[in-house]
Structure formats: C-alpha cells, structure tokens
Nanobody
C-alpha cells in the first residue's frame, strides 16, 4: 500500500520561503511525482512535477512559479522524498498543497497525500 505524507506548510509573510516535504512509502515503481495546489471549491492544479526516465530527470513548473519554486526528489531505503522549495512567496500562493505519485507500470494509478496548508499573508 502506497502512502504519501506531506509536511512543511504554515503561515508566512509575502517574500518568505517554505520547504514542503512529501514522504512516499510502500512498494511502487514511480513514473513521476508532483505538487498540486487546491483552492476551495476548485480542482487541483499542477504546481511542479518531476519525471524520472532512466538517468534523465525532467521537471516542469506552472508559469506562475517558474524561477521561484524548485522541485526535487531524494531516494532513501523504502521511502522516496519529494520536496518543493518555495521562495519569494506571494499571497496568491496560498492554497492546500498536495503531493501526487504516478505509477510507472500497469495498472497505472495515482496516489495522493492529504495535503498541507500554505498561507501567505501580506
């Protein structure tokens, strides 16, 4: 059973930085992992996503966070860690941030974490 647990959210001021973490445990082959934001009453939207294909790592970002946010991934024994370094935070970055894992082989599945709240005050 795959389990994703996010942490690192909080209340900060505009211009501050935060680092979100996601610990993914369980037996899985990973195609990609990413961070998505969710605003009340709205669907989740991509913030950043990292894809690993062999020795190649490819990262994609929402236009609004390019140059300010950095996604990274680290492998440890039985656990994969996904990070989102968020710099120069803006009020509009306020949202619940969810971690997502996409499996690599059939049956293809997406796993989600419970989310962590990020609130940026002016």
């Amino acid at each position: 059973q795959v389990q994703l647990v996010e942490s690192g959210g909080g209340l900060v001021q505009a211009g501050d930085s935060l680092r979100l973490s996601c610990a993914a445990s369980g037996s899985m082959s990973i195609n990609a992992m990413g961070w998505y934001r969710q605003d009340p009453g709205k669907p989740r939207k991509l913030v950043a996503r990292i894809i690993t294909g062999g020795s190649t790592i490819y990262a994609e970002y929402a236009d609004s966070v390019k140059g300010r946010f950095t996604i990274s991934r680290d492998n440890a024994k039985n656990t994969v860690y996904l990070y989102l370094q968020m710099n120069s935070l803006k009020v509009e970055n306020t949202a619940v941030y969810h971690c997502k894992l996409e499996t690599k082989y059939p049956p293809y599945r997406d796993y989600w974490g419970q989310g962590t709240q990020v609130t940026v005050s002016s």
